[in-house]
């Protein structure tokens, strides 16, 4: 029993981390029709910010609440600018082309992200990996029995970080004069256009918005994994779209709560078989996910006219 509970705090530790950038697929999909494969990328790009200025705060500074603020703050404004960068120059030119050159773009701009970070050219890292310095000291914050379980510090504040996100985007999505904006632009931004509601600005803020919560995400994750590398961000985005598809693409809550049960199909494959095996089951679950659900846990299967 003891075991079982440990998996489900680690499980639902990395699921929270998964449904921030699987949420950044989902709001980008509902607004534009469109994966955004390069945003995981994106992420890897706020971790490496986040890397910066945590070396350039110092040891003492950056472990301190303000610092850690000033890293989140720091990577998820920058990530934020990013992501308008991207959906001005790449996919605003191309929102009335087909959507395959749509979608072959944000290939091209993941792979560009992903290996010219791999560059060891001026500012850019290269492609060692590099320990993520210590910015939330390690601490076992609750211990049951002797030892069976132990929640740490870490996982603590990560899902409570995490959740604040989570919390705040539901607002913003269904509470909010922007939120409004941003559905009835998912439901046809021609017909939007017309009822006065600037699509421009409300697609450009979304992909801020979904940017600044993968760049969150990212620190959360590497605060966890301590390893950063440029090719992070394909493992963790991929991880996250899956989820988002298991969820149901394009619905808010559904992207959570399929980002939740991969972090616990995941733990659970690890703790009760093998973790060689972790990847094969988590897209083997969306394979039966979609079998039986084409649409996802909480999506609908629309016929569109051709």
């Known amino acids: 029993m003891a075991q079982l509970l440990q998996h489900l705090i680690n499980g639902l530790a990395a699921g929270t981390i998964y449904a921030l950038v699987a949420l950044g697929y989902t ?48 990577a998820m404004l920058g990530c934020a600018l990013l992501g308008f960068l991207i959906e001005r120059f790449a996919y605003r030119p191309l929102r009335e082309k087909p959507r395959l050159t749509a979608l072959i773009t944000a290939i091209g701009i993941s792979f560009a992200l992903s290996y010219g970070f791999q560059l060891d050219i001026g500012f850019l890292p290269g492609a060692s990996p590099r320990a993520f310095p210590e910015v939330i000291e390690p601490r076992e914050w609750i211990i049951i029995g002797d030892r069976d379980v132990v929640v740490w510090n870490w996982q603590v504040i990560s899902f409570l970080i995490a959740v604040v996100l989570m919390v705040g985007l539901q607002y913003l999505v269904f ?6 904006a941003m559905r009835a632009v998912s439901w046809d931004h021609r017909v939007a256009a017309l009822m006065g509601i600037p699509t421009d ?83 083997g679950f969306l394979i039966l996910v979609l079998l039986v659900k084409p649409g996802g846990l909480f999506g609908r299967v629309a016929a569109e006219k051709v």
């Open 27 to 74: 709001m980008v999909y509902g607004v534009l029709k469109l994966i955004n494969f390069a945003h995981g990328d994106v992420m890897m790009v706020g971790v490496y910010m986040g890397y910066a200025t945590a070396f350039a705060l110092g040891r003492e500074v950056r472990s301190s609440l303000v610092g850690v603020a000033l890293i989140f703050a720091v």
């Open 175 to 180: 509470r909010t004069r922007f939120g409004r």
């Open 201 to 283: 600005r409300v697609i450009a803020l979304t992909f801020m918005l979904s940017s600044a919560l993968a760049a969150g995400a990212g620190l959360l994750y590497a605060i966890k994994d301590t390893s950063v590398s440029p090719l992070m961000g394909l493992y963790v985005g991929l991880k996250a779209f899956v989820a988002a598809v298991i969820g149901g693409i394009g619905h808010v809550p559904g992207a959570v709560v399929g980002a939740l049960v991969l972090g616990l199909v995941e733990e659970f494959v690890v703790g009760y078989a093998a973790s060689t095996w972790r990847d094969a089951v988590a897209f």
